[in-house]
């Protein structure tokens, strides 16, 4: 198991450094940082002095291992546009976006796993057609506009939650369905999926035999293998509800990653853009690797081969 994860661990590193020369490369070599900084309309002799000012006349090899290095200490640098570092800026809005992803992974757990359960122990039945149905109109409905339209229905018409806003638990109510219910698709077919599968093997008919039915015979016998490939997804999606929620954050005014990512690219910011891309993927390889572990810890044929 320790070699497994020792691998496993060795490859996400990889992926994370890979990712960061990715970022560090199209931020500085898609476009000029200096001219983004000064402005269109800014002249030549303006977009020289903030070259000098922040460095970026330096060689683009000096200039990421530089990022690296700093990276590596715990200095992300500062912020071009708020004139403070980038480390505070981070950490000043984690808090927010991290319940706003947990809430919205609940709400994603809450739905699609018993909806995927209800329709393997009723193929073909009408619950079945009615959970697909909601799988299918899940996925066909934007995040913006189903926002929109929670705000209007439950914040406007009918006044439960707040508009906007992130103080209490209440303002995370109606953009914690919203950022989850993109994710209940995926989670519900796989769910769906995997145990009517399960449902055929040789030990659900030995369990059917000694009496087991319904829910007592899907918990206890069908979940547990069905749900492999449901955790490996669940982890893909909490890191995905990272950096998915630039426009739930937008559109009901939380100050989170997400929000703090869109400033920074109207402000070009490329200090703090840059920071926040790292910690995305960061987020979202981290998350990978846990659900290889869960899984090898649930099953282990998987550390084995």
Not at 31 to 45: L, V
Not at 272 to 282: G, H, K, S
Request: hydrophobic share 55%; glycine share 8%; with cysteine.
């Amino acid at each position: 198991m320790l070699r497994y994860i020792f691998l496993r661990g060795c490859l996400a590193i990889l992926v994370a450094f890979t990712v960061s020369l990715a970022a560090f490369l199209l931020l500085n070599v898609a476009s000029d940082p200096a001219q983004a900084i000064a402005g269109e309309d800014a002249t030549a002799d303006v977009v020289e002095t903030i070259r000098a000012r922040y460095g970026l006349d330096r060689p683009l090899t000096v200039r990421y291992f530089d990022w690296l290095g700093g990276v590596l200490q715990g200095d992300f640098g500062e912020s071009y546009y708020w004139h403070k570092p980038v480390a505070a800026l981070v950490a000043d809005r984690l808090d927010e976006t991290l319940t706003l992803a947990l809430s919205a992974l609940a709400v994603t757990i809450v739905i699609a796993i018993p909806l995927g359960a209800l329709a393997a122990l009723n193929p073909n039945s009408w619950i079945d057609r009615f959970a697909l149905g909601v799988a299918v109109s899940a996925q066909a409905v934007p995040n913006f506009w189903l926002g929109l339209i929670m705000i209007i229905v439950f914040a406007v018409m009918i006044p439960i939650f707040p508009v906007s806003g992130d103080s209490t638990w209440r303002h995370f109510v109606l953009p914690a369905f919203v950022l989850g219910s993109s994710s209940v698709p995926a989670v519900m077919r796989l769910t769906r999926t995997g145990l009517i599968e399960v449902m055929g093997a040789d030990y659900i008919r030995t369990a059917r035999s000694k009496g087991f039915r319904g829910w007592q015979l899907l918990r206890r016998h069908a979940l547990r293998n069905a749900i492999l490939p449901v955790i490996s997804v669940l982890a893909v999606q909490l890191g995905q509800k990272f950096g998915g929620s630039v426009i739930t954050e937008s559109i009901f005014a939380i100050n989170g990653l997400g929000r703090l990512a869109l400033e920074s690219i109207l402000g070009a910011d490329i200090p703090t853009v840059q920071m926040l891309i790292f910690v995305f993927a960061i987020v979202f390889v981290a998350m990978n690797l846990l659900a290889d572990i869960l899984n090898a810890a649930i099953d282990p044929r998987i550390r084995i081969g």
